[in-house]
């Protein structure tokens, strides 16, 4: 076992790094032809890569466009700490890798928003917690009521706003609004606008924390007449489960 894993690495290092790491010894033909074999591998290697990553942002593509974006992609897969990742990780960090290239603060918000959504939908499945599933708790029970994040929710903040980046969401994102809540309660990932007081909820709040501490500080921010909506809104969106702890 232990020399198939060895063959294994030298292969991949020759994939990644070319003939001057070419592993003596572990082909039967001559180099030359076990380097015309290896460089057509790679070529395949790297165009499924340069796919991945296309249909992983493709909304970022679209904006971009195919050129641009091709032409990133390229860079960005031959960084040092992206060649050795597998395809569901490939993408990860592409909006900080944009931010440093490109004077696009849109494609920089769309690529956090793709990349974001694609965690949410491969996240662990939970059963998130119902407005209605309060109706049956006293005073007590309610404030006592452990919460926790949905293992599916991301929420992104972006620097342009809701409306103009993503219109689908322009009829339900006033203006202003720049937080993006993702969830997936289900089957289906889900994308709620959010005001500034729901997503500093989320961001603030030290989950797991039983309800009366999440009221406490929607109460502290806005105030006893928006404190209970802006929580509704968070479960309303999937986005709290019961804690177990």
């Given at each position: 076992m232990g020399d198939l894993l060895d063959d294994q690495a030298?292969?991949?290092?020759?994939?990644?790094?070319?003939?001057?790491?070419?592993?003596?010894?572990?082909?039967?033909?001559?180099?030359?032809?076990?380097?015309?074999?290896?460089?057509?591998?790679?070529?395949?290697?790297?165009?499924?890569r340069l796919v991945a990553?296309?249909?992983?942002?493709?909304?970022?593509?679209?904006?971009?466009?195919?050129?641009?974006?091709?032409?990133?992609?390229?860079d960005f897969?031959?960084?040092?700490?992206?060649?050795?990742?597998?395809?569901?990780?490939?993408?990860?960090?592409?909006?900080?890798?944009?931010?440093?290239?490109?004077?696009d603060v849109a494609a920089v918000d769309l690529a956090r928003v793709e990349w974001a959504w694609l965690q949410s939908y491969h996240a662990a499945e939970a059963e998130p917690l119902q407005l209605?599933?309060?109706?049956?708790?006293?005073?007590?029970g309610l404030l006592d009521l452990g919460l926790a994040l949905h293992p599916a929710a991301r929420l992104i903040r972006t620097q342009t706003p809701l409306g103009p980046l993503m219109p689908e969401l322009?009829?339900?994102?006033?203006p202003h609004m720049r937080f993006l809540l993702i969830t997936r309660p289900a089957y289906e990932v889900l994308l709620h606008p959010l005001d500034a007081i729901s997503a500093d909820l989320l961001r603030q709040t030290h989950f797991p924390a039983p309800m009366r501490n999440l009221l406490a500080q929607a109460i502290e921010r806005a105030g006893e007449a928006e404190a209970l909506p802006a929580i509704f809104a968070l479960i309303s969106a999937g986005a709290l489960v019961r804690s177990q702890g």
């Open positions: 030298r292969f991949i290092a020759v994939l990644q790094k070319g003939p001057s790491v070419f592993p003596e010894g572990l082909f039967a033909d001559a180099p030359e032809r076990a380097l015309l074999g290896l460089k057509a591998h790679a070529n395949t290697i790297s165009h499924a990553l296309e249909e992983t942002y493709p909304r970022t593509r679209e904006h971009l466009g195919e050129a641009a974006f091709n032409a990133l992609s390229r897969i031959e960084r040092a700490e992206v060649r050795p990742r597998k395809l569901m990780q490939l993408g990860e960090g592409l909006a900080d890798f944009l931010a440093d290239r490109v004077h209605a599933d309060l109706a049956a708790l006293d005073e007590d322009a009829e339900c994102a006033a």
